[in-house]
């Protein structure tokens, strides 16, 4: 840039010097070029080195969980940073049949799945309504959703408990069932979705459903025929954060589904006990532990520009 | 279509409280109302059952007249705050010494929130610094930040629980031995080493979106005027991710503050070191002590609604970024000022006059 400017300005200089040193064009280019200081390369190998400091520090303790699962179960607590041998008895070990565990992975699928269908339905329209139409009470309505989200579970759980375990007599014994384990989770699964998809469809340009409109579309012909392909991919975020705040969810399932058929993946991993009953067998809990939190990694890391945006969508914008 | 608009324009001038109610408010509150009956059914009668539930107890005497066990509860008032504070019900010994159960899980509630947000804030922001000058390794470092936040709490726990093992691979790193586990000082220093670790990297991952929004021209012109690099941070870019910094740390706050996975799973229930609110009032609920239960939950609903409250007024916190609301309150604002101004200066001539 500057010996472009340079050599704009005193026009007669160029070419005196390219006839004199023989140099062209790019030579002078380069010459021109600020030499690069040490002090450039420090801050470049300092940022290499922050780098590798974030990564180590987010990974290293989920690769000593995937470490200790591919251990042998009688090398339980070796501290080893490496598996000699490696064995994948402990998965054997998880999946053993006291532990229930194929359940509880089941029921953590199917808890996770209706609730984020049940916000997904109730939030779209929702959050179309709140993104795109003006009314009253719009600040009263956002203020409400965001306040839900910032509650603490345990107000919630008190009474729920109360009331599921059958101490009211107007309301039917619901523990140990799968309604008992969704309807609490909706209480902050919603708020998170809404207000998600909020940020998702105050991004699009409101110009496409005003020309649906012109082209003689009702709105809500507009709102599912061009609105809601656009916002498949807000959507389909949504969805996911959702399913990870549900599937990640542990007061609620520790509380509602105490009988071991009805435990989520997270409460049995948790509970799960040893040949004596009192010793902690860390192998199995590992193994389970890693078969809990992989697949959610690998759609997380398949999808982490979504996600990423998601998250910041929902926190700053 | 026809008698749409006939219909607006008959009820406009009596509904039309404000500049944006235009029409669309039918239609709203029938998309908005299946979220809002949800929403009052699992969030807003739960909370007035607990409210009401706080100032009860379960009876436990014999009734004179009867003289039988009654199986109801009675009103008390606000007995179950009482009872807590002044330790009546149980004294117990954690890091600050004896004192009531409720005050112990108060303080240690409130040690935890200032010591892991203050980490977390200040690693957060050094993770975001680090990965907005980077060149190389953005998408490896992102893949990598999201591996904490996506594993769940209680697996965290579990993993965490096997690292500070006696004898784990904590200690031998360290090569001392400590009672990370047990009751003890270490416990906390390992919860917030186990907090820190799953929230840092999600503060810095929205920290990190805040700074991008800075453009390179603001730190060109401060070079230019001879601004250090510390000048620079402090002047420029904390200011200016400050509205993203505050709701991520907001956010942070109250989550840290309702903590119950991390010290339940790791550490265990009945370990006044790292007993939290949540985890007290846990316990009672399961010892079927609704009241005293509901009671300490509502304290930690209460010290929420006023952190919550503060961070919006003092910090600035900006949650809703609504165009229209944003629009709304400040007109009201004006309307406010103006007002005012009315009332003090009842003519313009003598406003003029005073100035």
Not at chain 1, 139 to 161: D, E, H, K, Q, Y
Not at chain 1, 174 to 192: E, R
Not at chain 2, 115 to 144: H, N, P, Q, Y
Not at chain 2, 201 to 222: K, N, S
């Amino acid at each position: 840039m500057s010996s472009a400017a340079q050599g704009v300005s005193v026009p007669a200089l160029v070419p005196e010097t390219g006839a004199q040193g023989g140099l062209t064009e790019q030579e002078l280019q380069t010459l021109n070029k600020p030499a690069r200081s040490g002090r450039d390369t420090a801050a470049m190998v300092a940022g290499i080195v922050g780098i590798a400091l974030i990564i180590l520090y987010c990974v290293i303790p989920f690769y000593w969980m995937v470490v200790s699962a591919f251990r042998l179960p009688s090398d339980g607590m070796s501290t080893a940073f490496w598996p000699h041998p490696a064995s994948i008895e402990n998965f054997k070990g998880a999946f053993q049949a006291k532990n229930n565990f194929p359940r509880a992975l089941l029921n953590s699928v199917i808890v996770a799945t209706v609730t984020t269908v049940l916000t997904l339905l109730f939030g779209i329209i929702a959050a179309y309504a709140l993104a795109r139409l003006r009314f009253r009470m719009k600040g009263v309505v956002l203020a409400i959703i965001i306040g839900c989200s910032m509650f603490p579970g345990i107000t919630l759980l008190i009474p729920l408990r109360k009331m599921f375990t059958g101490y009211y007599s107007w309301f039917p014994n619901w523990m140990n069932t799968y309604q008992a384990l969704i309807v609490p989770d909706l209480s902050f699964g919603l708020p998170l979705c809404v207000w998600n998809l909020t940020a998702f469809f105050r991004q699009l340009p409101v110009e496409l459903e005003q020309a649906a409109m012109v082209d003689g579309c009702t709105p809500g012909v507009a709102f599912r025929k061009v609105i809601l392909p656009l916002a498949a991919p807000g959507v389909f975020t949504t969805a996911i954060l959702t399913f990870i705040a549900v599937w990640n969810e542990y007061m609620m399932a520790l509380t509602f589904g105490v009988r071991p058929d009805m435990k989520t993946a997270t409460v049995a991993l948790s509970q799960f006990t040893g040949t004596t009953g009192f010793d902690t067998p860390y192998g199995s809990i590992m193994a389970a532990g890693v078969i809990v939190t992989v697949p959610l990694l690998i759609v997380v890391l398949l999808f982490q520009r979504r996600i990423v945006g998601g998250l910041t969508a929902g926190g700053v914008k | 279509m026809s008698t749409a608009v006939a219909q607006t324009s008959t009820t406009e001038p009596k509904r039309k409280k404000n500049v944006f109610s235009d029409g669309q408010g039918t239609l709203a509150a029938m998309l908005i109302s299946p979220t809002m009956i949800v929403i009052f059914f699992v969030v807003l009668i739960p909370i007035l059952m607990t409210v009401r539930d706080s100032f009860y107890l379960k009876s436990t005497k014999v009734d004179p007249t009867t003289g039988m066990l009654p199986t109801g509860e009675h009103y008390v008032g606000l007995q179950n705050f009482t009872d807590a504070i002044t330790g009546q019900l149980e004294s117990v010994h954690g890091a600050w010494g004896s004192m009531p159960r409720l005050i112990n899980a108060f303080v240690n509630n409130m040690w935890f929130t200032v010591v892991c947000v203050v980490i977390e804030t200040v690693l957060g922001i050094a993770m975001a610094l680090i990965m907005s000058k980077a060149f190389k390794g953005r998408g490896l470092v992102r893949a990598s930040i999201l591996v904490p936040w996506a594993i769940p709490t209680i697996v965290s726990a579990m993993m965490w629980r096997l690292i500070f093992q006696t004898g784990g691979v904590m200690d031998r790193i360290m090569g001392s031995q400590h009672l990370w586990l047990g009751d003890s000082v270490w416990s906390q220093v390992a919860v917030v080493i186990a907090d820190t670790w799953k929230t840092a990297p999600f503060i810095g991952l929205l920290t990190l979106a805040g700074l991008q929004t800075i453009p390179a021209e603001v730190y060109e012109a401060a070079k230019v005027d001879g601004a250090s690099a510390w000048q620079q941070f402090t002047r420029i870019t904390l200011p200016m991710v400050k509205p993203a910094l505050v709701v991520a740390v907001l956010f942070r706050t109250l989550d840290t503050m309702r903590m119950f996975d991390l010290p339940y799973g790791m550490i265990g229930p009945h370990k006044y070191y790292v007993e939290t609110l949540s985890m007290f009032a846990y316990d009672e609920a399961n010892n079927l002590r609704y009241g005293p239960a509901a009671a300490y939950s509502i304290l930690l609903f209460i010290l929420i609604v006023i952190v919550a409250f503060l961070f919006i007024k003092l910090l600035g916190a900006e949650l809703i970024t609504d165009e229209d609301v944003i629009a709304l309150r400040e007109q009201r604002k004006r309307q406010k000022a103006m007002h005012k101004k009315a009332k003090a200066m009842p003519t313009i001539t003598s406003g003029e006059s005073a100035t």
